[in-house]
């Protein structure tokens, strides 16, 4: 069977947005993104699947679409890496977040890593911090628009030379 699918546009949306969450939520588990396709209708819809052990073992008539790994960067680090990208969303200057992070932890010469540790015992700081990560990606929409249109598109045009090879 040759997927064509008339609610392309709704899904690769509808994926944009899981794909986006899946950052937002820096999600622990291996999930996979399963599209169900209903022949009658040519249209399909997408389910998420939490991947215990990393094999589907789901057993009705779904494809893998996208295969999302654990993501174990639990923090904002992996956006924000200089001490000066930290202090402008903290809406601070960098040398008096300096001056704050050596006050509170007892320190001098305070570096990158005291902020980060900083923040991380600061709930008004992290607070902040998760908001600039979510600003962050949804400012990112276009490219995660087109990572899920480039995934999408992969994997129809698999499953279609699939069924060329079948016949």
């Given at each position: 069977?040759?997927?064509?699918?008339?609610?392309?546009?709704?899904?690769i949306?509808?994926f944009t947005?899981?794909?986006?969450?899946?950052?937002?939520?820096?999600?622990?588990?291996?999930?996979?993104?399963?599209?169900?396709?209903?022949?009658?209708?040519?249209?399909?819809?997408?389910?998420?699947?939490?991947?215990?052990?990393?094999?589907?073992?789901?057993?009705?008539?779904?494809?893998?679409l996208y295969?999302?790994?654990?993501?174990?960067?639990d923090?904002f680090?992996?956006?924000?890496?200089s001490v000066?990208?930290?202090?402008?969303r903290?809406?601070?200057?960098?040398?008096?977040l300096?001056e704050?992070?050596?006050?509170k932890m007892e320190?001098?010469?305070?570096?990158?890593?005291?902020i980060c540790?900083?923040?991380?015992?600061d709930k008004?700081?992290?607070?902040?911090?998760?908001?600039?990560?979510?600003?962050?990606?949804?400012?990112?929409?276009?490219?995660?628009?087109?990572?899920?249109?480039?995934?999408f598109?992969?994997?129809?045009?698999?499953?279609?030379?699939?069924?060329?090879?079948?016949?």
């Amino acid at each position: 069977m040759i997927l064509k699918i008339k609610n392309d546009t709704d899904i690769i949306e509808e994926f944009t947005d899981i794909l986006m969450d899946f950052d937002k939520i820096r999600n622990q588990y291996q999930t996979d993104v399963y599209l169900y396709y209903d022949n009658d209708t040519q249209t399909a819809r997408l389910e998420l699947f939490e991947n215990i052990g990393g094999n589907s073992w789901k057993d009705d008539d779904h494809y893998v679409l996208y295969r999302d790994k654990a993501h174990y960067d639990d923090d904002f680090t992996f956006y924000f890496d200089s001490v000066s990208s930290i202090a402008e969303r903290l809406d601070l200057e960098e040398n008096k977040l300096l001056e704050m992070v050596e006050k509170k932890m007892e320190i001098q010469n305070a570096d990158y890593s005291d902020i980060c540790t900083y923040i991380k015992s600061d709930k008004a700081c992290m607070d902040k911090m998760e908001e600039a990560v979510c600003n962050l990606i949804d400012n990112s929409r276009t490219e995660y628009f087109e990572q899920a249109e480039n995934i999408f598109r992969d994997f129809i045009k698999e499953k279609t030379l699939d069924e060329h090879e079948k016949e």
